[in-house]
């Protein structure tokens, strides 16, 4: 077995549930498929929010996504002056019978200034 994290953010359009669902549900996608993973390997998924997103929970949406049997938590972060406006991250825990492997954090739209340095 091997357990590891994974890192995904994004920006979410506006501040509504709908927008929240669609943002969530292409991040999460796109980090199981990036990784070729199933929500089945997925232990546990951790977000946060910046300060100005208040319509919905990140977890709500994710189990909207299909994603009823992983254990959630949810955060929200710091107001910090020019911070990237309402942005989600979320670390994914996997655990796997495929050997341990090099993965990739996705970073989507304008949530790739976080981390240049895991984007192409």
Do not use: C
Not at 4 to 9: H, L, N, S, V
Not at 85 to 102: F, G, P, Q, S
């Amino acid at each position: 077995m091997s357990t590891q994290a994974i890192r995904g953010a994004t920006q979410i359009p506006m501040d509504t549930k709908e927008s929240m669902d669609h943002e969530v549900a292409a991040l999460l996608e796109e980090m199981l498929r990036t990784n070729d993973l199933t929500t089945e390997e997925v232990i546990s998924a951790i977000f946060t929010v910046t300060p100005d997103l208040v319509s919905e929970f990140p977890a709500a949406s994710a189990r909207r996504a299909g994603w009823s049997g992983v254990p959630m938590l949810g955060a929200v972060e710091i107001a910090v002056p020019g911070a990237l406006a309402r942005t989600l991250r979320v670390m994914i825990h996997v655990e796997t019978v495929r050997e341990k492997r090099e993965i990739t954090h996705v970073y989507r739209g304008e949530a790739r200034v976080l981390r240049p340095d895991l984007t192409s």
